[in-house]
């Protein structure tokens, strides 16, 4: 009778068999996929809760994070991509949702936990712009902080989370962001307001209509393509190509790629291929490509690390019959630029860990190289879109003593050069204060120093077709012919905003 009652239970009303848990209660199904089923919490979401955790409570970078991350909790392919979506795309648009979240919860959201306001920063993400069915982003947020915070909060993070379910993303913004004040398009855009007017200022000095600050900032909020470079004369394209990566339209040696893990991709491991922006990628062929080179000359790069220039400027010394001096003040990154060196005959390059001032400040190194290579620290505005927290961690005050040590930098590499020799001062930036008006100062604080054409210079080693260079002059310089910056901008070029002044004495 018993093993009847059973079967009977076992029976839906239908009369099929269910399947049941070890409780004897019918399995609840949850909205996770079967791969991620057993486990409490998926580990996708996981992951990303974790990362968004570590990025605001411990300061960290999502982009160092995030794979390390992904290794421990053995994440596969799809899951992986599922993780990196949620937490760049939370970290992109922080502003916006907590703009949002301010209106649906009754306290400010500087009360609430730090972990529970990030599972709501998740849940909205998964609600408003990612294709996640609405009941699947409201209970695995909810399980997400039943597992990993309590069962108290997940009530809260419910309530709070159907509410902001009950309005699209562009319903919310018509509410709380409907006008064209810069606070409005702060939030719309999910930019700090003071990196809203950079951009605006940076693309009137640099020639561009002003209105197109709405397509740099969606750029910005943009997932950025994985660019990558064969070193000249080092690395093979080829393969790179064949394993689905497209040819850059841009640049020489360089290629496209959607689909991810770059660790696979042929070259990358042994690093005669290398994960670099095309525009960075440019403005160091740039410093090269302006004039011919004679053998036997010495190059500097003054603030290496990680080596990303560094290594496209060493592939090119090797080919020359040039030598590289890669220095960066940080012991720990310039261990990077000789990993990153190791392709390159080891008789082209030296490494050295240095301040850039005390570097000028040794008698040996005056007037000693023929160029120069300042990639300067800066505030990285020009690179958001690859690290999204950037913007919601950086302040005005930053740029005080960035554009200090910039100058300093700047008077000490031109100590370093030879006369007549050439200087690139590179950032990846297009804060005006870091950029143009660091030039201006330089000019009239060094009246020996001359400004050359540097749009040229960025022009020629990019591709050319019939028409020149496909790199077009009124897309980076409002400069006249012989003396200006350049500037490249995410929307026009799919590349980070690099900014590029070649200079002489
Ligand atoms: C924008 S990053 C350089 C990126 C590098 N060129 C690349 O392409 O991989 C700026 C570098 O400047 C270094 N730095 C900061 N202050 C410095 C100083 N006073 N002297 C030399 N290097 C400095 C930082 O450690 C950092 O590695």
């Not at 960290?60 to 290794?71: C, D, F, M, Q, S």
């Not at 719309?188 to 600050?213: C, M």
């Not at 006249?480 to 002489?504: E, I």
Request: aromatic share 4%.
């Amino acid at each position: 009778m018993a093993d009847e009652d059973s079967t009977q239970q076992r029976r839906n009303t239908k009369g099929r068999q269910r399947n049941r848990g070890r409780s004897g209660r019918p399995r609840q199904y949850s909205a996770k996929a079967p791969s991620q089923r057993q486990r409490a919490t998926d580990p996708a979401r996981l992951t990303a809760f974790q990362i968004l955790q570590a990025v605001t409570h411990e300061d960290a970078y999502a982009n160092l994070v995030l794979p390390t991350r992904i290794r421990r909790n053995k994440l596969d392919r799809q899951d992986a991509g599922f993780a990196t979506e949620l937490t760049y795309g939370t970290l992109r648009s922080l502003g916006t949702y907590d703009a949002i979240l301010a209106r649906c919860v009754d306290r400010s959201l500087k009360k609430l936990d730090r972990p529970v306001l990030d599972a709501l920063r998740l849940g909205t993400h998964q609600l408003l712009n990612m294709r996640v069915p609405a009941h699947a982003a409201l209970d695995t947020t909810v399980a997400l902080v039943r597992d990993q915070i309590g069962t108290g909060p997940s009530g809260f993070v419910n309530a709070v989370l159907r509410k902001v379910s009950q309005r699209t993303l562009e319903e919310w913004l018509e509410e709380l962001a409907p006008g064209d004040s810069d606070q409005d398009l702060a939030i719309r855009y999910a930019h700090p307001p003071w990196i809203l007017r950079a951009v605006k200022q940076s693309l009137v000095t640099n020639g561009r209509n002003v209105e197109d600050f709405r397509s740099v900032l969606e750029a910005n909020n943009s997932a950025p393509e994985l660019n990558l470079i064969a070193l000249p004369g080092i690395g093979d394209l080829e393969p790179v190509l064949e394993y689905g990566a497209e040819a850059s339209p841009l640049a020489p040696d360089a290629a496209v790629y959607s689909g991810g893990d770059a660790g696979r991709i042929p070259g990358v491991a042994d690093g005669t291929v290398r994960v670099q922006d095309i525009g960075s990628q440019l403005t160091a062929r740039a410093l090269v490509g302006a004039r011919d080179v004679t053998a036997g000359e010495a190059w500097l790069d003054m603030a290496a690390g990680p080596g990303g220039k560094a290594a496209v400027l060493a592939a090119l010394a090797q080919a020359h019959g040039a030598t590289l001096q890669a220095n960066d003040v940080s012991e720990h990154r310039t261990k990077l630029v000789t990993q990153a060196l190791r392709v390159v005959n080891e008789d082209v390059w030296t490494t050295s860990v240095a301040d850039g001032t005390a570097l000028a400040a040794d008698p040996a190194n005056a007037q000693r190289f023929d160029r120069i290579l300042l990639d300067a620290p800066c505030t990285g505005l020009g690179a958001l879109r690859r690290r999204p927290e950037s913007r919601w961690r950086r302040t005005p005050q930053d740029l005080a003593t960035l554009t200090q040590l910039q100058s300093q930098l700047l008077d000490a590499a031109l100590a370093m050069l030879k006369p007549g020799g050439l200087l690139a001062y590179v950032t990846c930036s297009p804060h005006i204060a870091e950029t143009t008006l660091q030039v201006n100062d330089l000019l009239k604080r060094q009246p020996d120093v001359t400004l050359l054409d540097s749009a040229s210079a960025l022009q020629q080693v990019a591709h050319q077709d019939d028409d020149g260079s496909v790199l077009a002059r009124e897309s980076i310089t409002a400069g006249d012919t012989d003396a200006n910056t350049a500037q490249l901008w995410p929307d026009l070029h799919r590349t980070d905003a690099m900014f590029f002044a070649l200079l002489t004495r």
